[in-house]
């Protein structure tokens, strides 16, 4: 496929089912090597008892940068920059001085943006990009038709299921993650406990309405913004370029395996003052990841690799 094409109700702009000339271009090895990168770094220095997950977090900011301005261009992009920056800040200030939505907490961490340190509105758009195109993949390039140019059921239906789908590989990542930030690391302290680890269940609940907040709004930005009639928004080039994002996801969820290996087993306190196995939160979090994480990120690359993608188009 070349230009712009229209088929099954849906507007792409791209070069085809397996890269084409995007293949050839130097943005696109720079994303290969960031994404392989964050593989490299999450599979070995876990090895030596480090927690690797913040600086891989980190990682994704210059990666979906890149990425998500080849897609989308740079206006969309900076929309949903802003909108996940100023949703997430505005959500965590809030739950650290009233509770709501994720549950009673504070950042140990400086300097901060009100209550909040200041890495942690890029990570939300970081991740939060990397996620939406996990979900993307898993959905067959749903961004390119929600709400479908003709009105479709199935772009309808994907204007709403792409954005409750992100949010769901956001609150995955998040759960088995979070335990060993806060009560073993305590890069923050929830501090009234929970059951999670030391971690309450309100936090997760919280994750997934945060997030889906924004990939909603963007969503339906995204809709307003493919009309029926020639005007593109989103740029598709094959399936290496969403596997990236697949390698990258994956790569975070195996990063727990390394990590439970090489790292100490000794007994912490949670905020609460409630004592719990360093080894056996480690063992959790690595079991929730490879049931979660990357079950998701293998079911995407098997999506990719039969070119499921090229069916619908």
Known sequence: MSGNAERGGCWRRGWGSDGGPAGM?????VLWLLAAAAAVVGLTVPLTGTHIAVPMLLLSVPFALIHGVR????RTLLFFLIVTLVVSNFFENLSVSTGF???QYHYTGHPQLIHVPIEIGPIYFGLGYVCWQ?????LDEADS???????????????????????????MFDLGVDSIAATVKRVWVWEDGGGVFGVPYTNYL?????TYLYFQIFALYLMKRQPASTSVSVRTEGRGVLA????????LGLSSVPYFIGASGDMVKDGASVSWSGHAINETMMTINLFGMVVAAFLAAVKLARNDLALRR
């Not at 996990?134 to 898993?138: K, Y």
């Not at 919280?206 to 945060?210: I, K, L, M, N």
Request: proline share 5%; glycine share 14%; charged share 5%.
């Open 134 to 138: 996990v979900a993307n993949t898993l």
């Open 71 to 74: 897609r989308y261009g740079w």
């Open 25 to 29: 271009n130097p943005w696109n090895r």
């Open 206 to 210: 919280g994750w997934w309405f945060v």
């Open 145 to 171: 038709c929600l709400g479908g140019s003709s009105g479709s059921v199935a772009g309808r239906v994907e204007v709403v299921a792409l954005p409750m789908l992100a949010a769901a590989l956001m609150t």
């Open 101 to 103: 939505p994720f549950g």
């Open 244 to 251: 990236q994002n697949v390698l990258f996801y994956g790569a």
